[in-house]
T-cell receptor, first 117, second 111 residues
Framework: NAGVTQTPKFQVLKTGQSMTLQCAQD?????MYWYRQDPGMGLRLIYY???????DKGEVPNGYNVSRLNKREFSLRLESAAPSQTSVYFC????????????????FGEGSWLTVV | RKEVEQDPGPFNVPEGATVAFNCTYS??????FFWYRQDCRKEPKLLMS???SGNEDGRFTAQLNRASQYISLLIRDSKLSDSATYLC????????????FGKGTRLSVIA
């Protein structure tokens, strides 16, 4: 039972390089998310996809792009990496019960440690 | 006022102690509430949902106070394995609005 799988787990980039973080979930969830976590800042939402075919900006979208490839997969791309993007990135997914005003559990991947030098 | 606020701690308590954390939220339309646990260098994991009537799971008790807009987490008989960061999470009505995470409260249980 894999849950949410993200790759790579560790990556070192040079300033200006590009890369894509991959994420896949096997729980048939509609909603997927990308967060970054920095010391003292907590989890901050970068982008999310409420359902297949839609994406929306979160709190800190600048410098990132996303693609909801299908229901299972949601990728995060850094077009031109900057040292300020050094962080731990978490992909997550959840099912939302519309109309019941109740969120189900949000499940996280194990994280991707990214360093930009 | 930030959307979700928590005391960052750290709370250093001896084994067997009872410890309580509070979390305040600013949006009165918030409908769903959760406590997550995050171990060092690991992903956050659901500890428990918080229901209006309050709920208990073993040594853990969660309470919701809508009037004062806060939720609480009580841990009884603390174990060394309870050492972690506890994240308060709040969701708003509508479902498509992303969850809002607090920055977490760090707990260290000492032998």
């Amino acid at each position: 039972n894999a849950g949410v799988t993200q790759t790579p787990k560790f990556q070192v980039l040079k300033t200006g390089q590009s890369m894509t973080l991959q994420c896949a979930q096997d729980m048939n969830h509609n909603s997927m998310y990308w967060y970054r976590q920095d010391p003292g800042m907590g989890l901050r939402l970068i982008y999310y996809s409420a359902s297949e075919g839609t994406t929306d900006k979160g709190e800190v979208p600048n410098g990132y792009n996303v693609s909801r490839l299908n229901k299972r997969e949601f990728s995060l791309r850094l077009e031109s990496a900057a040292p300020s993007q050094t962080s731990v990135y978490f992909c997550a997914s959840s099912e939302v019960l519309q109309g019941a005003f109740l969120w189900n559990t949000i499940y996280f991947g194990e994280g991707s440690w990214l360093t930009v030098v | 006022r930030k959307e979700v606020e928590q005391d960052p701690g750290p709370f250093n308590v001896p084994e067997g102690a009872t410890v309580a954390f509070n979390c305040t939220y600013s949006n009165s339309a918030s409908q769903s509430f959760f406590w997550y646990r995050q171990d060092c260098r690991k992903e956050p994991k659901l500890l428990m949902s918080v229901y209006s009537s309050g709920n208990e799971d073993g040594r853990f008790t969660a309470q919701l106070n809508r009037a004062s807009q806060y939720i609480s987490l009580l841990i009884r008989d603390s174990k060394l394995s309870d050492s972690a960061t506890y994240l308060c999470v709040v969701a708003q009505v509508g479902g498509n609005t992303p969850l809002v995470f607090g920055k977490g409260t760090r707990l260290s249980v000492i032998a």
